[in-house]
């Protein structure tokens, strides 16, 4: 049986539901997710409104079969005002299936901070305003030692100071450097009063034909461990891509002002290994193990006395925090990295808006009136952490403003045609050419990881755009993770867990599914998101470049507005198949 937990924080009421059928019949997290938020998701819903649902849901194959570690999260974006969903590793999907939760939702707001503790039946809403204002680090410490008696996985989901301010570019952190990054997970979790959820529990997983199963596992098991495409994972990390973006001018610098950056180098995954590494680690049940911890020094007391500290570090908040804002060496980086951990902001955003600052500073539209006296100049790490510190105390409006999100502060201030966001989201780190573009623009969550568009490019480069192949593939690509995004599946396996190998997998675990049928699922799912997005205010029609994007080269040169447009309308075309499919279907 699959089974949701409702969790109200307004008056404690607790309810369960067997939600077998629908859970089957969308294969689990992502579609099941869409499913069930269709009806409360609407234009008027205020996101931080009590009636605002937060989901979590694991997908059919977490817990069984390895890499299928995440979790996703489904909401209504505080920054975007659209369908905001996303996804993290760490324990927590192994939990909840030790919990035996497939999907949790949680409405309502608290009279005062608490924390959610879910452990097996058991679930209480535990006071904690001594947690409230704690960095999304010291939380995590603080309920892993007093929840220590707990048996089983236990994961601990929290936000940062900045989900308590209601950042609309606030994360949640979940276990050891995971994140709900994107899109607002923080604010609403703060809008509800809620600092963490501990959530454990002991139930196994059960297989009735084990040996089919053992035999597939190990299967799936070596491929994951021998495959070439894992193996960079495993050793670099993504910040394995930080090198070959710059070299074919794909790496965002100083605001995508261009795409090599010139001391790339020594902030790559190469020198992070060399120099800084001091862990890897990994997400329960996956043995590609992608977190890469790099240490630094941080002077406590003067002349002499460090503490020593470790952070994570990926391509994506490399690219933020680093070539984006031309922070040249390492060191400086992590430390910029974990000011922003500790205070919970998605980091890519609150990057693409210290980009943006920088520029509007240099421009003029911005002065030291607003950043209480600081020049804000491109490569400047001290004054960068000195901007992150006024945000965190509020120092003045401008400061509050800065985490509200790019393009709230474009409009506010001016640059919009440098603020660089799609859709309100800020953008990842490619800028590889009109497909990771076009990606970002159209994607269900205006992000890489809707189609990875950026993947395209790099395909195609050399060679002369062809708009409809290229938009094709990127719209299959994008229906296919609709399936990968229900399984909760960790994107970097998707090499080794191809439609066959899923279809062997759900079989084993009791689905009877043929192709023709998941193919069914993943469209119908696409277009019940699109159907959502439209009823919160998403247009394909009102899509725009921004326009700084117009004048720089990518790694496939200039772009052209009218490749992009172009792109836009056949991608959208594409989608109303899938939309009526899911009128239909649901
Ligand atoms: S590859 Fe990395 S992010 Fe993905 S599940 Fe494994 S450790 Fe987690």
């Known amino acids: 049986m699959y089974r949701m937990l409702s969790i109200d924080l307004s008056s404690g009421k607790i309810e369960e539901r067997d939600i077998s059928d629908i859970f089957k019949k969308f294969i689990g997290g992502s579609g099941v997710l869409t499913y069930l938020a269709a009806q409360e998701l609407t234009k008027e819903l205020d996101p931080f409104s009590e009636r605002a649902p937060i989901y979590f849901a694991l997908g059919p194959l977490n817990g069984y079969f390895p890499s ?23 324990r927590m999907s192994l939990a909840m299936l030790s919990a035996n939760v497939h999907v949790l939702r949680i409405v309502g707001k608290a009279s005062q901070p608490v924390y959610l503790s879910i452990d097996g039946d058991r679930v209480a809403m535990i006071p904690c305003s001594s947690l409230w204002g704690r960095s999304a680090l010291a939380t995590e410490r603080i309920l892993r030692e007093k ?34 990054g994107r899109l607002g997970l923080g604010a609403v979790m ?45 050793d670099l990390g993504t910040a394995a891509n930080v090198v070959p973006l710059s070299k074919i001018m794909g790496l965002p610098t100083r605001n995508f002002s261009q795409g090599f950056f010139e001391s790339a180098h020594t902030i790559s995954g190469e020198y992070f290994a060399d120099h800084l590494l001091a862990q890897q680690i990994s997400c329960a049940h996956c043995p590609i193990g992608c977190i890469h911890m790099g240490v630094f020094r941080e002077l406590f007391a003067d002349p002499h006395m460090y503490k020593t500290l470790k952070t994570s570090y990926d391509h994506e908040l490399i690219y933020s925090l680093g070539s984006n804002l031309s922070i040249a060496k390492a060191e400086e980086l992590l430390k910029i990295i974990h000011f922003v951990e500790r205070q919970g902001w998605d980091a890519i955003s609150i990057g693409v808006v210290l980009a943006w600052a920088t520029e509007a500073f240099q421009r003029g539209l911005i002065t030291l009136e607003e950043t209480a006296g600081l020049a804000l100049n491109f490569g400047d790490a001290e004054t960068y952490l000195k ?10 409006e401008f400061y509050k403003d800065l985490e509200k999100g790019v393009a709230y502060c474009a409009k506010k201030y001016g640059g919009e045609e440098f603020a660089i966001c799609f859709n309100k989201n800020e953008a990842p780190g490619y800028m590889t050419g009109p497909d990771a573009f076009v990606g970002y623009a159209v994607g269900v969550r205006h992000s890489h990881l809707d189609c990875a568009g950026y993947s395209f490019d790099q395909k195609y480069l050399g060679r002369a755009e062809d708009v409809e192949k290229e938009v094709k593939a990127m719209y299959e690509e994008a229906v296919w993770r609709m399936i990968t995004n229900s399984l909760v599946m960790c994107l970097f396996a998707r090499g080794v867990y191809t439609p066959k190998t899923v279809l062997e997998c ?23 998101k699109y159907i959502i997005k439209e009823k919160l205010g998403f247009d394909f029609a009102k899509l725009n470049l921004p326009k700084k994007l117009l004048t720089v080269y990518t790694s496939r040169g200039k772009m052209n507005e009218d490749s992009f447009k172009k792109r836009v309308e056949f991608y959208s075309k594409l989608v109303e198949e899938d939309k009526e499919l899911a009128l239909r279907a649901v």
């Open 68 to 90: 299928m570690s995440k979790t996703v999260a489904l909401f209504k974006s505080p920054l975007t005002g659209d369908l905001g969903e996303s996804h993290a590793g760490g």
């Open 147 to 180: 929840e220590d008696h707990r048996k089983g996985k236990k994961s601990i989901v929290r936000i940062g100071p900045a989900g308590e301010r209601l950042s609309p570019i606030a994360c949640v952190t979940v276990d050891s450097s995971r994140h709900f």
């Open 190 to 234: 703060g809008s509800k009063n809620l600092k963490a959820i501990v959530i454990s529990g002991s139930e196994c997983p059960k297989i009735e034909n084990k040996k089919a199963y053992q035999e597939l596992y190990d299967r799936i098991f070596k491929e994951l461990i021998e495959s070439e495409n894992t193996y960079k994972y495993r």
């Open 387 to 396: 901007v992150l510190e006024n945000i965190a105390i509020e120092r003045n």
């Open 506 to 528: 759900l079989n084993v675990v009791g689905y009877n599914l043929d192709e023709q049928s998941l193919d069914r699922v993943a469209h119908t799912i696409h277009g019940m």
